[in-house]
C-alpha cells in the first residue's frame, strides 16, 4: 500500500491542516487529494484494516508510557490514514510538543494549532457521548501538558534576576501557557451543552497561572494584564457568578 510522502523531503509524518497537507519534518504544504480516489483509503477489513489497528496498538502503548517520540511517530501516521481522526489529530500535536527541548512560544502555538483541528473533528462527530469523551481528554491532557512546563519554569524564573539573559524568556513563555489555557477554553466552550465545564475549569487555571507572574511584569503593564484577565473574569461569572478574582502580590504585599 502506498503511503502518503512529502513531495519536497520523502517524510511520511505528514497531517493534514485544513486543505492541505503539511509535512512535519521540512514543513512543506501540498494540497490535499480528493479522499474517494487516494490509494491511502482502502475498504474496511481488509490488509489496511488491520494496519491501522496496530497502528492504534502501537500509538496507545507510546501514549500510556510517556513515550513522546514513539507517540508522534504513530499518531503520525494514523493522521495520514485517518485525516479525520480527532484522537490522532490532538496527539500528533500533543507529543510534538513534547518532543521540543524547551517550550516556546511557537510550540505553543503548534499545539494549538492541532488541538484546534482535533476540536473542529469533534464538532462534526453526530454522537455526543463521544464529543463530551473527546473534549474531556483535551482537556485533560492540556492541563497535564501546560503544568509539566509551567512548574519548572516558573521555579527557575524565580532563581534569576531580572537583567539576566533568558529573564524575560521565561517570563513570556510562562505567559503564553496561561493564554494557552483561555484559548482552549473558548474554543471548547459551545461544542455540546456540558462542555461549558471544560472552558470553565481552563479559564480559572489560566487565571491561577497568570495571577503570580505579576511580579515579574513592570507596573506600567499591570493595566494592560488587568484587562485581559477581567474579560475572562467576566466570562466565567456568566457561568459562576461567586467565581473571585485573585489579588496578585508584588514583591511587597498585595497590589
Not at 502506498?2 to 521540512?26: D, H, I, K, P, R
Not at 482535533?118 to 497535564?144: M, Q, W, Y
Not at 509539566?148 to 503564553?176: G, Q
Not at 511584569?217 to 466565567?236: R, T
Request: with cysteine; net charge negative; hydrophobic share 30%.
Amino acid at each position: 500500500m502506498n503511503e502518503l510522502m512529502c513531495e519536497m523531503c520523502g517524510s511520511n509524518m505528514v497531517t493534514q491542516e485544513g486543505g492541505f497537507y503539511v509535512c512535519q519534518a521540512c514543513g512543506t504544504k501540498f494540497p490535499v487529494k480528493d479522499r474517494t480516489t487516494s490509494e491511502n483509503y482502502q475498504s474496511p477489513g481488509g490488509e489496511s484494516s488491520q494496519e491501522l489497528d496496530n497502528l492504534y496498538e502501537l500509538a496507545r502503548r507510546a501514549r500510556d508510557s510517556g513515550d513522546s517520540e514513539f507517540g508522534l511517530k504513530y499518531y503520525s501516521e494514523i493522521l495520514i490514514k485517518e485525516p479525520y481522526d480527532w484522537e490522532a489529530q490532538f496527539y500528533v500535536g500533543y507529543f510534538r510538543a513534547y518532543t521540543y527541548d524547551f517550550l516556546d512560544e511557537q510550540a505553543i502555538d503548534e499545539f494549538y494549532s492541532s488541538t484546534a483541528s482535533a476540536v473542529s473533528i469533534v464538532e462534526g462527530v453526530d454522537d455526543i457521548g463521544e464529543k463530551n469523551e473527546a473534549i474531556n481528554l483535551f482537556t485533560d491532557e492540556t492541563f497535564g501538558l501546560v503544568e509539566s512546563f509551567y512548574e519548572p519554569y516558573f521555579e527557575e524564573l524565580e532563581d534569576l534576576s531580572s537583567d539576566d539573559e533568558y529573564y524575560a524568556w521565561y517570563v513570556n513563555t510562562l505567559f503564553e501557557l496561561s493564554y494557552l489555557l483561555n484559548y482552549y477554553g473558548d474554543l471548547v466552550e459551545n461544542v455540546t451543552d456540558d462542555t461549558y465545564q471544560d472552558a470553565l475549569d481552563s479559564w480559572i487555571y489560566s487565571i491561577d497561572l497568570h495571577t503570580p507572574l505579576y511580579k515579574h511584569i513592570g507596573f506600567f503593564d499591570m493595566g494592560e494584564h488587568d484587562k485581559y484577565i477581567d474579560s475572562y473574569v467576566e466570562k466565567i461569572h456568566e457561568y459562576d457568578p461567586d467565581y473571585e478574582k485573585p489579588k496578585p502580590k508584588k514583591l511587597f504585599g498585595i497590589i
